[in-house]
């Protein structure tokens, strides 16, 4: 089935930069979305950024204007670029996949941590 492996991770100061990819192997359907979410320790997981197999995307609000999701299908892989990074941001990322019929994957995930 589809797998999908989290890499690009990281310590970084405040301000600073990261880029997270997620490589997607196993069946892939022609058709689908690509996202990525994040949980921080005792909280829930939120979507950061998503999108869709023509290219829409959208992002939380927190982290509108400074995350960049993007996908290359001949890579078969899906990236965040993250700038002006914040403790809050501090966080696991994980890499979603939904096949847009029901079925919808994840990721192991890939630490993220900020200092300020």
């Known amino acids: 089935q589809v797998r999908l492996v989290e890499s690009g991770g990281g310590w970084v100061q405040a301000g600073g930069s990261l880029r997270l990819s997620c490589a997607q192997s196993?069946?892939?359907?022609?058709?689908?979305?690509m996202a990525w979410y994040r949980q921080a320790p005792g909280k829930q997981r939120d979507l950061v950024a998503r999108i869709t197999s023509g290219g829409s995307t959208n992002y939380a609000d927190s982290v509108k204007g400074r995350f960049t999701i993007s996908r290359d299908y001949a890579k078969n892989t899906v990236s965040l670029q993250m700038n002006s990074l914040k403790p809050e941001d501090t966080a696991v990322y994980y890499c979603h996949y939904d096949d847009y019929r029901g079925g919808e994957y994840w990721g192991q995930g890939t630490q993220v941590t900020v200092s300020s």
């Open positions: 196993g069946r892939n359907f022609r058709l689908n979305a």
